[in-house]
């Protein structure tokens, strides 16, 4: 089952998750940029639409490497997947994410926001310093990415288990 039509991207926070995602692997895999948010994309195209999702996911990747080379991170990939679980978690600093709703669904595509790459690294930078100055969480140490069950539809695809792996 296709992406059924171009206003089918994924939510913003969603995009955020994919693209934290991709600088995770970017650093530990041995891959081009482009090839890993082409595998990331493609493994999404069950539910969004592929329009337009690899050059904004390249550029977030670009914005976000800048900003990570501009300031001071101990610990980069514990900040990035400190941001997937925000991301999961929180809708701002202060507003817990609403994942069960009476209508709809949280996952459900969108409309594609012209301003999503803007709008990924404005929180992500909101995010790292708020971490800096102790007034964001980072993840639980006992979190892991299985732990997202009502978002499984979309963990499951970004973080697939290691004999899944294997078979691709």
């Not at 926001?113 to 909101?126: E, P, Q």
């Not at 800096?132 to 997202?148: F, I, M, R």
Request: negative net charge; charged residues 25%; proline residues 6%.
């Amino acid at each position: 089952m296709a992406a059924q039509s171009k206003d089918n991207c994924p939510p913003q926070f969603v995009f955020e998750i994919m693209v934290a995602q991709a600088a995770r692997r970017f650093l530990t895999e041995d891959k081009p940029a482009e090839e890993i948010v082409a595998e990331i994309s493609a493994t999404f195209e069950e539910l969004y639409s592929n329009d337009a999702l690899e050059t904004d996911m390249i550029d977030g990747l670009e914005r976000l490497f800048g900003f990570i080379q501009s300031v001071e991170i101990s610990d980069v990939d514990l900040l990035l997947l400190s941001f997937i679980w925000f991301c999961a978690n929180y809708e701002s600093l202060r507003v817990e994410r609403k994942k069960k709703f009476l209508f709809g669904n949280p996952l459900k595509g969108k409309p594609r926001l012209l301003a999503r790459v803007y709008t990924m690294i404005t929180n992500f930078r909101t995010y790292a310093t708020a971490v800096g100055q102790g007034h964001a969480p980072l993840n639980p140490d006992s979190w892991k990415p299985e732990d997202e069950v009502e978002f499984q539809s979309v963990f499951s695809l970004l973080f697939p288990k290691p004999e899944e792996e294997k078979k691709n």
